[in-house]
């Protein structure tokens, strides 16, 4: 869908590394080599979108690090087609809301570093989470947005033991309960 609104690839792929997840950061170089693209035309991308301050810069030692401007006045739009080109909307819509008594949602894994690959891998906290119709929902929504969606159900006393190990990875956090009602 992107692809057919901005003709650069490099364009698109930095819109997907920055917007996914808003809390990504990145240099030149690094992202050069993620991509397996020449620096200059990273550079020349990252410098269009930082001019439109769609993109933020800050100085850390000698490197540029550029990430989401959450302020700029398009961001959330910008994130949004971002998050529909994905079918990372579809997901919430179609399995979060119908999964039972979810307590937290998040996606971990290449998605939540800002890498389209084609398998999001969801988290699901919660209890008595009902698992034939989250089965039924992640084949429908593989169909509509054509990726892989693999789900990894947690009782929240299993999350509470591997939550220090989901703290050392990138997590987009897709849903969390409110509990001060």
Request: proline share 2%; glycine share 6%.
């Amino acid at each position: 869908m992107l692809s057919s609104l901005i003709t650069s690839q490099t364009r698109i792929k930095l819109l997907l590394k920055f917007f996914l997840n808003p809390d990504t950061r990145g240099y030149l170089r690094q992202l050069s080599a993620e991509f397996g693209e020449s620096t200059n035309g990273i550079r020349l991308e990252l410098n269009k979108l930082a001019e439109a301050r769609l993109l933020s810069v800050s100085s850390e030692g000698r490197n540029k690090v550029y990430n989401a401007n959450v302020s700029h006045p398009l961001f959330t739009e910008i994130r949004n087609i971002v998050l529909k080109s994905t079918g990372i909307d579809k997901v919430v819509n179609n399995i979060i809301n119908k999964v039972g008594d979810l307590e937290l949602a998040f996606i971990r894994g290449d998605y939540a570093r800002g890498k389209d690959s084609g398998l999001i891998d969801l988290t699901l906290v919660g209890k008595n989470l009902n698992s034939r119709e989250i089965e039924r929902v992640r084949a429908k929504t593989e169909k509509l947005i054509e990726r892989k969606i693999n789900i990894l159900q947690l009782e929240p006393e299993e999350y509470k033991k591997l939550e220090s190990t989901f703290a050392k990875e990138p997590l987009f956090i897709l849903y969390k309960r409110d509990n001060s009602q």
